[in-house]
């Protein structure tokens, strides 16, 4: 009985994901049906709900993939540097009250976040920059600075705990040599955790992609091709949320716009998840 719990309970997410293609299909088909894939993939302006449509899907792309790269340069650094420390530095009086601190900010909604970013990261950024204009009132910069903020968690809650799973042997046999805490840390516990920690990036990656109310409220509603992460801009998740809570008749072509961009989205992630599983295999083989 408890085996068969179990297997119910590893065939959900995979049900679940069954779901999802089988609901994103049958209306990308119809969507495809009208506009040609290429188009699809390397038009440059995206005006799906105006009176003129035009289906290139390039701008959200960007918007999309700007904004991640941002939230990365921001995460990836923070998290691994407060995942070595809680891992190697902090005594553990520190370790029990930072790391449930750290955790709390997986724990705030992402609409906080969004109005966190448009209210009090935007109007920072324009008083402080430097020439010029500064960023717009809906700007890609503030999205991403605050979608950073919002994956450290995740990337430094699970980078710690692959370098805690780190035998201490290792440790110990690098003390021995004469190695200090910077290179054991650096040269030792890293490149041997670095299998956990590719799979944190991933899912901080993936995390990023995916949200949608941080873009939303921060970042804009303009679908324009931009590679200035000063002005305003729509990610794919953006559009569907404009589009999904608009006045659109659900059977409409409009309306099946919607499936076309989250199954590119979808199968984005989708490739992510395959190289990321690869690398993760490679590396655990590599120091076992």
Do not use: H
């Amino acid at each position: 009985m408890i085996k068969g719990l179990l297997l119910i309970a590893a065939l959900v997410s995979v049900a679940t994901t069954a779901g999802i293609v089988i609901s994103l299909i049958p209306p990308t088909i119809d969507f495809f049906g009208r506009v040609s894939v290429g188009d699809f993939l390397t038009g440059t302006e995206w005006t799906a709900l105006f009176t003129d449509p035009k289906y290139g899907v390039l701008p959200l792309l960007n918007a999309t993939l700007l904004i991640t790269v941002i939230a990365l340069l921001v995460a990836v650094p923070i998290g691994l540097g407060a995942a070595v420390y809680l891992s190697e530095y902090a005594n553990r009086r520190a370790r029990k009250f930072l790391k449930p601190m750290l955790e709390v900010l997986a724990g705030v909604p992402t609409v906080v976040y969004g109005f966190f970013a448009l209210t009090f990261v935007t109007p920072l950024l324009q008083d402080i920059w430097p020439g010029g204009e500064g960023p717009d009132f809906n700007n890609a910069l503030s999205a991403g600075l605050v979608m950073g903020v919002m994956i450290i968690p995740t990337i430094a809650s699970l980078s710690e705990d692959a370098m805690a799973a780190v035998p201490g042997a290792l440790r110990d046999g690098a003390y021995a040599l004469g190695s200090g805490k910077r290179i054991v840390s650096v040269r030792v516990v890293v490149p041997a955790a670095l299998s956990g920690i590719v799979a944190a990036c991933v899912l901080g990656v993936s995390r990023a992609i995916g949200e949608t109310l941080i873009v939303a409220i921060a970042s804009g509603n303009r679908a324009v091709l931009s590679f200035n992460p000063l002005d305003a801009m729509q990610t794919m998740t953006g559009f569907i949320a404009q589009a999904g809570s608009g006045d659109i008749p659900v059977q409409s072509f409009e309306y099946k716009t919607i499936f076309a961009v989250g199954a590119l989205l979808f199968v984005i992630t989708f490739v992510m998840n395959m190289i990321s599983i690869r690398l993760v295999r490679r590396f655990r083989e590599v120091y076992e």
